[in-house]
């Protein structure tokens, strides 16, 4: 897997800890949504306020 950051265009760089803490949250949550297939190939999630 990998996970990019980005803050108002910038990217962020990520240790390996925080990479996998990160990827691990939101794919499972993603996962245990209903209607999501296990075969997913790419999430992405963008966050405004």
């Known amino acids: 897997m990998g996970l990019k950051l ?14 996998k803490l990160l990827e691990g949250t939101i ?11 296990e075969d997913w190939e790419k999430i992405e999630a963008e966050i405004s306020k």
């Open 6 to 19: 980005k803050v108002d265009g910038k990217e962020i760089p990520l240790n390996d800890f925080v990479e």
């Open 27 to 37: 794919v499972g949550a993603v996962s245990a949504l209903k209607g999501i297939k």
